[in-house]
């Protein structure tokens, strides 16, 4: 069965402090790739994501993620975090075959002002 | 539009009670799925349907049933509620499978049984 692994359960952070969650999924075919954020108290919205082209993708709110096909990576980066960027993070992944989204198990991220 | 909505968005049991949650979609699309999701495990599949009329499990289905008599609703149904499905139940919706496929969630529904 696919996996998706998040390597960081919670991580904490000072505002403008560069951000940075991993992700790797154990499927080997042909893979979408997704990041969602969850807000507290909010349903999940999509952040970016891959599908096939350049690999490094730009989301919303500054958000970017590079797909390593090699590593099976799709690792989520910010440059410099704000206090409202605190939230539950989800990186999830869908065979180009399959109805069925596999998701990490998040990462809480807390940003300090 | 009002895209994915999921009603109640709150709700409280007791062990044994029945309950069903209703997920909308008004975005036409042919794919949609419930989710659990709880601390520290993501979120999880428990059912999805792949178009009106069809339904199919998912990786928790164990003590839920679903239904699909229309294209924009898709319902999930406890007949017999335990503690353990204390959780919040996400609806999602899609108009695409595998390739080019992202779904879009409801705002979700937190259950407690008590």
């Known amino acids: 069965a696919q996996s998706v692994s998040q390597h960081n359960h919670h991580v904490i952070l000072s505002e403008a402090a560069s951000l940075e969650l991993g992700c790797n999924y154990s499927?080997?075919?042909?893979?979408?790739l997704f990041w969602y954020v969850q807000y507290p108290g909010q349903h999940l919205q999509l952040l970016l994501k891959?599908?096939?082209?350049?690999?490094l993708v730009k989301g919303i709110k500054g958000f970017e993620a590079e797909f390593i096909k090699s590593k099976f990576s799709f690792n989520l980066r910010k440059p410099s975090v704000q206090w409202s960027d605190t939230a539950e993070y989800f990186c999830?992944?869908?065979?180009?075959?399959?109805?069925?989204?596999?998701f990490g198990a998040g990462t809480t991220v807390t940003v300090r002002a | 539009n009002a895209g994915v909505t999921q009603t109640p968005k709150f709700r409280v049991l007791k062990t044994g009670q029945s309950m069903t949650l209703l997920c909308a979609q008004d975005?036409?699309?042919?794919?949609m799925y419930w989710y659990r999701q709880d601390p520290g495990m993501g979120l999880r599949l428990i059912h999805y349907?792949?178009?009106?009329?069809?339904?199919a499990k998912g990786e928790v289905p164990d003590g839920y049933n679903v239904s699909r008599l229309k294209k924009q609703n898709f319902l999930l149904g406890l007949e017999s509620a335990a503690p353990s499905q204390t959780s919040v139940y996400f609806c999602?919706?899609?108009?695409?499978?595998?390739?080019?496929?992202?779904?879009?969630f409801g705002p979700g529904t937190r259950l407690t049984v008590l």
């Open positions: 999602a919706s899609s108009s695409l499978a595998g390739l080019y496929n992202e779904q879009f």
């Open positions: 499927y080997g075919g042909t893979v979408n």
């Open positions: 891959y599908f096939s082209g350049d690999p």
């Open positions: 999830a992944v869908i065979p180009s075959n399959d109805y069925k989204l596999s």
């Open positions: 975005m036409n699309h042919e794919y």
């Open positions: 349907s792949v178009g009106e009329g069809t339904t």
